[in-house]
């Protein structure tokens, strides 16, 4: 019985750490077009925009725990804005990368999704991506975002465990492009909703009372990291 549970244990890790076959190039393109389509027209991005939450606020949560502050909960609204909350010191390293983490997040995400599907490990980021789900799913603190969680890493187990390795190529590079393209709006959006008098407590705020550096100049930090992931990212993914 050990044995065979080993066994299968064995398989199974062999099954997600393989390499897998890239897609045709024609492949990577059109899910290049539907995250293009689902980013740029303004309506479906008011819906699209969650998944960017996820992201936003997962790291937020995420580099909060690895810089030993205590997650307390997650919150996603709605009107696609969302809140990490968090225990600790209320300034020092700690605090900077926490409320840094949000905005570079998707983009550092889409990046290493891209690495990842550069590597032909396409099982393995589509797997990884769903354990980061269930555990963010744990510290859900409403409803809308307990919902959220649900459909997201619902698709994912659904795609990792019934669909064939042409779907979860496509969905696995979907899901990158996205990252990668719709990591670069929120900032700008930002940056508008500021210049309109509005946000006053937004991210880029927070670091600038935190640090004493201009909030301009952490709009800079977003652009280039979200910016330069879409390139490098992309160039990796086109390259495969």
Request: hydrophobic fraction near 50%; proline fraction near 4%.
């Amino acid at each position: 019985m050990d044995s065979t549970a080993t066994a299968s244990l064995a398989s199974l890790w062999d099954e997600v750490s393989g390499t897998q076959p890239d897609p045709d190039l024609w492949v990577v393109i059109a899910t290049l077009g539907a995250a293009l389509a689902v980013v740029v027209p303004h309506g479906l991005w008011r819906i699209s925009r969650n998944a960017i939450t996820i992201a936003h606020e997962g790291g937020h949560g995420l580099v909060a725990l690895l810089t030993g502050r205590t997650l307390t909960g997650i919150r996603l609204h709605s009107d696609t804005s969302g809140l990490t909350v968090s225990r600790g010191k209320p300034h020092g390293i700690g605090m900077i990368l926490t409320a840094a983490a949000g905005y570079t997040a998707p983009p550092l995400l889409g990046l290493g999704g891209a690495a990842l599907l550069g590597a032909g490990r396409i099982t393995l980021l589509l797997w990884a991506a769903t354990v980061l789900l269930l555990a963010m799913l744990v510290m859900i603190r409403n409803a809308y975002g307990a919902l959220t969680m649900l459909v997201t890493g619902g698709l994912f187990v659904l795609v990792s465990w019934l669909a064939g390795p042409q779907v979860q190529a496509a969905f696995a590079y979907a899901v990158v492009w996205f990252l990668l393209i719709g990591g670069v709006r929120p900032a700008f959006e930002l940056q508008a909703k500021r210049a309109r008098g509005g946000a006053g407590d937004s991210d880029a705020d927070q670091l600038s009372r935190l640090t004493h550096v201009p909030a301009g100049l952490w709009f800079f930090l977003f652009h280039a990291v979200s910016l330069c992931s879409l390139i490098g990212g992309g160039r990796w993914m086109l390259e495969t």
